[in-house]
T-cell receptor, first 111, second 112 residues
């Protein structure tokens, strides 16, 4: 079975700083999904990556999938308190759209 | 926002009692999923459905059953709740197997 490991497990940054969250897979990734979760709420879809070397951006968040398709990174530029939450990566590519998730990265942004 | 409603949002019950959680969607999506979220484990798939009356087990299905009699409703049942089933439960839906899943707001279940 596929396993995803996220690093770091938690991250505390000052507002305005850049940061990166990594997601490493035990197997080739055929679809990688990034989600954000605020405490007590559901997951919000951020981005999906499918091709090796693919990069997508939305506002100040950029996600990349490496050429070998075994690692993805999520980069936030000039972090804001609104970026705080739990970030989860999910691996797809299996039948019926099932996802396997990493354990999540807790991001705290101090004003 | 995807039209997904989970009910109840919070529930406290006792060990040994049956519990049913409901997920209702208004998107007419084919796929529906139940996950549980626990500290240090991320989200783990309990059961999923790929059509009316078509369901299958996920990674952590022991102690859970599901039913889907209509496209819009997916029920998760704990036949005899145990304290280890205290968790936050999320329902998700997807239209196709290579599309993102969209999640409900979750049900926080405490079993005493």
């Amino acid at each position: 079975s596929q396993e995803l490991e996220q690093s770091p497990q938690s991250l505390i940054v000052q507002e305005g700083k850049n940061l990166t969250i990594n997601c490493t897979s035990s197997k080739t990734l055929y679809g990688l999904y990034w989600y954000k979760q605020k405490y007590g709420e559901g997951l919000i879809f951020l981005m999906m990556l499918q091709k090796g070397g693919e990069e997508k951006s939305h506002e100040k968040i950029t996600a990349k999938l490496d050429e070998k398709k075994q690692q993805s990174s999520l980069h936030i530029t000039a972090s804001q308190p609104s970026h705080a939450g739990i970030y989860l990566c999910g691996a797809g590519g299996t039948s019926y759209g099932k996802l396997t998730f990493g354990q999540g990265t807790i991001l705290t942004v101090h004003p | 926002d995807a039209g997904i409603t989970q009910s109840p949002r919070h529930k406290v019950t006792e060990t040994g009692t049956p519990v049913t959680l409901r997920c209702h969607q208004t998107e007419n999506h084919r796929y529906m999923y139940w996950y549980r979220q626990d500290p240090g484990h991320g989200l783990r798939l309990i059961h999923y459905s790929y059509g009316v009356k078509d369901t299958d087990k996920g990674e952590v299905s022991d102690g859970y059953s599901v039913s889907r009699s209509k496209t819009e409703d997916f029920l998760l049942t704990l036949e005899s709740a145990t304290s280890s089933q205290t968790s936050v439960y999320f329902c998700a839906i997807s239209g196709r197997d290579n599309q993102p899943q969209h999640f409900g707001d979750g049900t926080r279940l405490s079993i005493l």
